[in-house]
């Protein structure tokens, strides 16, 4: 079973002082969201998306997606052409992290003149395997009428900005966030295949419900005459284990600390971040920290002391 190599993915990552244990799922989540932000370097009039999965629900997912012209770029911090390492946030930083936020419509409408395309938004999957593609008009599985956009308007040289599964949380990281590839080929297709195992994260208390992956990538060239879908495609499937992460010795002190320090950080990141220049956030607990954060550190720790006395 493949899964069993992203278990020890996650077991190599979680090192001697946190419990980790692997349950049964026996919970059934029918249904997922997937959230991401992409940039394709292509007009979004050429694009076509698509999910499939093994239900055989097939719709178009570009109706839930916004779709919005855009000049293409790769912020300097990418990490470019390169899968090969799995990062699996920790424990602290998951639950420093783990603020829920909503994507909001920002109500763009598609410029199809504009060079590339920024995609973004929710998508509900069914919770079995399945597969998002994007790919070009004419070049799909049944659509063979090429002469509708030539081979060399084709570009699938692509950022991620952010892709997860189940609710969003902005700051937690996940492998395929921030990365890039570029192509010098117009018949490029990458194929992304993720092993998503969902991972509850307990800590004094505070449980964080979310869904870490692993990832491989496969890159394929096609020519003009073996007709290959050319495209970029993200193939996901769900382990039927739940992994729980607990760490029970922490202080409380500790944990205050920690999350002062990291919460100054994220008000940081909030202004100047690009994930967040380029995707408007709702915060749901927003307002509060971001008038702590203007306290700095010694805030939260006066309040502390405050209760003391
Ligand atoms: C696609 O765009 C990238 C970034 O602008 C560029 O480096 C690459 O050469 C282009 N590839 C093709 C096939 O035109």
Known sequence: MSSLRSFDAFRQFFGGEVDHQFHVDNVVDSTLL???DLMINMP???IHTNVQDNTDDRFLASELLKYEGFRFFIPPSYKLNDHNSIETPDLDEIMAEGIVAQFQDRGDS???IAPACHIYGTIPVNK???????TAKGYGYRDFDRTRLGVEQLNFTHIINEFSFGEFYPYIHNPLDATAQVTEENLQSYEYYLNVVPTLYKKLGVEIKTNQYSVS???KLYSWENRGVPGIFLKYDFDPINLVVEDKRISFFNFIIRLATIYG???VTARWGYKLLDKTLILLFGKKFA???EEKLAGLLD???????
Do not use: A, P, T, W
């Open 34 to 36: 997937i959230n991401l």
């Open 44 to 46: 979004c009039k050429f």
């Open 110 to 112: 598609k410029d199809s």
């Open 128 to 134: 079995v395997s399945g597969d998002l593609h994007f």
């Open 217 to 219: 990538l496969q890159k």
């Open 265 to 267: 950080g994220i008000i």
């Open 291 to 293: 008038s702590r954060g």
């Open 303 to 309: 309040d502390n002391e405050d209760e003391r006395k």
